[in-house]
């Protein structure tokens, strides 16, 4: 529109890094890895024991009320983070980052490695959501990290990477559980213990960014002039929640879609979910090599989610239905580190541990409610390839209403943000 002034790029905005840390050589590399390895703890705790829970399902028969717990040793994880993610933010900011992350690093392996010699059902749940405050922490803790260490294309860059290793990881713990689970379904619970390994590097490597650059005190002047961003943090929030049910949608439902048209063979399933896992991590290696502004992308990511609903909603086939989820992953991939990078620029150093802790509430919380929302579809409607059509409308819809947006601002927020800054 006319007059008005378009989005910098992430090239734009420069490379410079938000901290004075290296951005090259081994030291930068390996802080890279623990950082990445750090938010992969999070995914570990989410799928590693699903192919075990048939095993504790035949454990704990005799237990009240085991067929409705048992699946709560899976899921109630996700649940304590996506509440208590706030609280870690908010801790981050006043006492640092790399103090909490080690001791919630160390945590992580004492509370998940606990139902090796816990009996009771009840205490194993009880340690699987204290498991859950301690990723709260990390994850926290490592994706404002990067957000401190890096700014400009460097930290869409890793940003991006962070959803790629999340993605791959997934796919890789859940036949690591299978494979550890066959000598017997407390057995994955001793991978937990790797993050023991992981507290010692973190402790030697990691550095608490000091907000001392020339950017993060003009970052800093403009938070104390406008005070915490909660009008358009709220905003990507919402957005984030709704994007999260669309992430998690081809993973937790696609064995169930291609049952229901008659595919069985474990070996044709598993296959199917390791190439929408492929697509994820090229949408997410996509995302970083476009160099572009996240916010402006947000409408056609969103489109490319929902055409790729759409066939298979339309899919009357096992191939169609796992092309259509192959193109709603691209967008996923691409979706999550928009998301990510759109909250993140948006907040000061004194800010991002706790903006980065509501970001982290919402995607959590539409992971958790996704399978409920689609089954209360199913219902609706009839069929869960029908309840999948109509979250692609909601997308689209969703798409429609950013994209309008825009075009009636015709300009973006006129408060500076952080990272145009940096």
Partial sequence: MPGSVPPPSPTAVGDAPASSVPVSGPAHLLRVTLLMAGSCLPILGAVLIAPVLPKMQDHFASVPGAKALVPLALTVPALALAVLAPFAGVIVDRLGRKRLLIVATLLYAVFGTAPLWLDSLGAIIASRALVGVTEAAIMTCCTTLIGDYYSGHRRVKYLALQTTCASASATVFFVLGGAAGSAGWRVPFWVYAVSLALAPLMATVLTNPPPHTAAEKTSAGVALQHGFPWRQLAGICALTFFGAMVFYTVPVEMSYLLDDLGVENSGVIGLATALASAATVGGAVTFARLKRSPDPMLPAVLAVC????GMMFLAGNAPLLVLGAVV????????????LTSAMSRLAFEDRGRGT??????????????????LAGESAVGSLA???????????????????????????????LPEQLA
Avoid at 306 to 309: D, E, H, L, P, S
Avoid at 333 to 339: E, Q, S
Avoid at 395 to 412: E, N
């Fill in 306 to 309: 929902a055409a790729g609903f």
């Fill in 328 to 339: 709603n992953c691209v967008g996923t991939g691409m979706l999550l580190p928009a998301l």
């Fill in 357 to 374: 802790g509501l970001w982290m509430t919402a995607f959590f919380g539409g992971e958790f409610v996704c399978p409920l929302v689609l």
């Fill in 386 to 416: 029908g309840a999948v059509g109509v979250l692609g409308l909601f997308a689209v819809l969703v798409a429609a209403g950013l994209w309008a947006s825009r075009r009636r601002a015709g300009t973006v927020d006129p408060r500076p």
